[in-house]
């Protein structure tokens, strides 16, 4: 299957640089959350960090690999089921960045890098361009990885 190709070498990589991520409590509350289908949106970022990890491997790109692992770690970040009817769940697409972003900030010790990545991944749907390197490899492994989820 596609993710067990990608999930072995990147694994490692991702528990040395967002180990305290990973063992966050709420971050693990993820595995409740559904994102696209039967995928929650815990497997939904490590899907996406892998990716990410992948796409830089595959054309070399020179990146901040910590800061690429934990801006896709966190990058959705906004702790609730958006499927869930409650009225502050509203307009999810366009305010989820803001809320992922204001979350993490209150947790984690986020970077530049970091922040952009969480606050611009929804472009173009939200129009606010990335700015890294990482930012723009998160806006496109985020879509390419739910498409994967949506249609597997
Ligand atoms: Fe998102
Ligand atoms: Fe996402």
Known sequence: MFWESVKLNFDEIINKYASDILNDLDFKKQTKYMQ????????????????????????????????????????????YDWHENDPSHRLHGFTHASRALKNANKVFDLNDIEKNMIYTHMFPLNLRLPKYKESIILCISDKICAIKEIIR
């Open 36 to 79: 696209h289908k039967n995928v929650s949106v815990y497997s939904h970022v490590l899907n996406v960090a892998r990716y990410s990890l992948k796409m830089v491997n595959k054309f070399n790109i020179n990146i901040d690999t910590k800061s690429l692992i934990r801006g896709c770690l966190l990058h959705d970040y906004f702790l």
